[in-house]
C-alpha cells in the first residue's frame, strides 16, 4: 500500500471558518462531494509549513504570515486507482479579515459561522478535527 502525505489547514476569521469544495476530476481523488479543509499533497523537496502555505495560496489566494501546527490523522481509501494511507498534517490560522476566492483545485470556498458546521457535509477526517478542537 502506498502513503500520500496531505497538509491542510483550518483558516478562521473571527467565528467563521474556510472550506473549499474541490474540482469535481474523474481521477479517482478522495471523498467526492464533501467540502474539505484547504490543503493537498506535499511536494518534494518542501518542508511541511512550505507546504501548507503554497497549498492555501494556490486554492484559496491567501497568503498566511502565521500557522500552527495542531495534529496528525490517516485515512486508509481506495485514491487514484489504489489502497492509499492518507496522512494529514493538520494545521490552523487566523486572519483578520474575510478573504479568499477559489484557485487551482477549489471550485468555491465557504466561510462557514461556528454554529453552522454540521450543517454541511463534511468528510470523515475533517470531521474528527473539527470535534478535536471543539467545534462541534
Given at each position: ?82 489502497m492509499t494511507q492518507l496522512v494529514f498534517l493538520r494545521y490552523t ?44
Open positions: 500500500m502506498r502513503s500520500k502525505i496531505i497538509v491542510s489547514t483550518l483558516i478562521s476569521c473571527g467565528d467563521k471558518y474556510l472550506f473549499i469544495r474541490q474540482k469535481e476530476k474523474d481521477d479517482g481523488g478522495a471523498y467526492r462531494d464533501t467540502l474539505h479543509l484547504v490543503g493537498g499533497s506535499l511536494e518534494e523537496n518542501e518542508t511541511l509549513e512550505e507546504g501548507a502555505r503554497r497549498e492555501v495560496l494556490e486554492e484559496v489566494n491567501i497568503k498566511l504570515d502565521e500557522i500552527t501546527p495542531f495534529d496528525f490523522d490517516s485515512d486508509v481509501l481506495m485514491y487514484k486507482g489504489e490560522a487566523e486572519i483578520p479579515e474575510l478573504a479568499g476566492e477559489a484557485g487551482s483545485d477549489a471550485e468555491e470556498i465557504f466561510w462557514i459561522p461556528k454554529k453552522d458546521l454540521l450543517k454541511y457535509n463534511h468528510n470523515e477526517p475533517t470531521k474528527r478535527f473539527l470535534k478535536k478542537l471543539g467545534l462541534v
